[in-house]
């Protein structure tokens, strides 16, 4: 059975840091494209990066210049490093896996995780 495990998230001041993990199991990690998604309260959840195997990456251009997405296949598991926290980022981070051999956006996901809260302090 497919899963995916995020975890990172807590309460972090304004200008701060994050890494986020989502370990991935139950599937071949390699065939799947992992991407990354928020939803903040009263909003449509977003895409906000992607990662596939062969090293391709994508990421919404509203956060391409503070979040790094990034993959240790060994440990099954994708990162997402956000810096420069902003009020806004303030949402449940969601982890996704599906079966594609190249990232980028617009993809459909078939396996979600259950996310991870973040919230920034102003």
């Known amino acids: 059975e497919a899963q995916l495990v995020e975890s990172g998230g807590g309460l972090v001041q304004a200008g701060g840091s994050l890494r986020l993990s989502c370990a991935a199991s139950g599937f071949t990690f390699d065939d799947h494209v992992i991407g990354w998604f928020r939803q903040a309260p009263g909003a449509y959840r977003e895409g906000v990066s992607c990662?596939?195997?062969?090293?391709?990456?994508w990421y919404a251009q509203s956060v391409q210049d503070r979040f790094t997405i990034s993959s240790d296949n060994a440990k099954n598991t994708v990162y997402l490093q956000i810096n420069s926290l902003k009020f806004e980022d303030t949402a449940v981070y969601y982890c996704?896996?599906?079966?594609?051999?190249?990232?980028?956006?617009?993809?459909?996901?078939?396996?979600w995780g259950q996310g991870t809260q973040v919230f920034v302090s102003s």
């Open positions: 996704a896996a599906v079966p594609y051999p190249r990232c980028r956006g617009g993809l459909g996901y078939d396996y």
């Open positions: 990662i596939s195997s062969d090293g391709t990456t």
